[in-house]
């Protein structure tokens, strides 16, 4: 199993920033990865400000500094309680393009962020920016959502047997090596409604049912078996129905943590859990979100 490399973390000082910058110290302090706490001004906002009072205005230059001087007391708070090194990086400019060139620089592994902000970073996670992001990098991105109180226990991955599939599964294994996983696939049955239409009895559409719902827990138990997972470490769900539902209440009835999605889905349902599912999740869910974006070889 390979282990968790470099974690780049993003800040704005909210909240749930800290949450995000709790836990991926956590995270580092755990598989030993290098931490680095970043935080952008950004640029329009400034250029605005030179604009208006010139190009060596005061307030820009108070602006800087008060942000350098919280980023690295920040830092150094995380250091001291978590007991890991932390290189504190703050730039100004655009908050999407300066986290994806300090991710290159670091060559990060993991890019976490708060679900809430006050500022950037709130556009960054809820608007079109947080796709944006995922599509233009294959570094998995982590969503904290809770206040972190421990490693994380037990962990539910949406799988739909694409190769993305197989890359969180290996994944949550360098992020939460420890946690119970939850292997979750959602299935239908294809035209259910045009079947009734067409006059397909109920009885037949029912053995459809079971055969879709066995090749589903045939395709976890192979995945598990890929994966190297012991009996200990997994348990499977088959669910039915629509995925975006059935992940967040299987997330609430099956008290997990986290939950990990992937970036792309079958080719019938294309960047599934990219758009809409990860739309919902986070709206709906209470667990932190790791979107896995990167596909298996």
Known sequence: MTALGPILVAT???????????????????????????????????????????????????MREEAHHRLHELAAELASSRQVPVNAQDASGSPLDEILQAAERLDAQ???????????????????????????????????????????????????????????VALVRRVAPNARIVLLT?????????????????????????QERAQ?????????????????????CVVEGDASTRIVENEQSQDCDLVVLGKHGQSATADLLLGSVTKHVLAEGSADVLVSTRRAS
Request: charged content about 25%; cysteine-free; aromatic content about 8%.
């Open 216 to 236: 589903a827990l045939q395709g976890l138990q192979t995945l598990a078996r890929e994966a190297a997972l012991s009996p200990s470490q997994w348990e499977p």
């Open 12 to 62: 704005d000082f909210s909240s749930q920033a800290r949450h995000a910058a709790d836990r991926a110290a956590r995270l580092a302090h755990e598989t030993h990865a290098a931490l680095t706490l970043m935080h952008v001004l950004p640029g329009e906002p400034l250029a605005r400000i030179r604009e208006w009072l010139g190009a060596s205005s005061g307030p820009e230059a108070k």
């Open 110 to 168: 993991l890019l976490v962020l708060g679900a809430r902000g006050v500022g950037f970073l709130r556009r960054l996670v809820l608007g079109t920016t947080s796709e944006r992001l995922m599509r233009r990098t294959d570094r998995p991105l982590l969503v904290v959502r809770q206040l972190p109180h421990e490693p994380y226990r037990r962990v539910l991955v949406a799988v739909d047997f694409s190769p993305w599939s197989r890359d969180a």
């Open 186 to 210: 959602v299935f239908q049955v294809p035209f259910e409604e045009k079947l009734h239409f067409a006059g397909v009895d109920a009885a037949t559409i029912e053995t459809y049912r079971r």
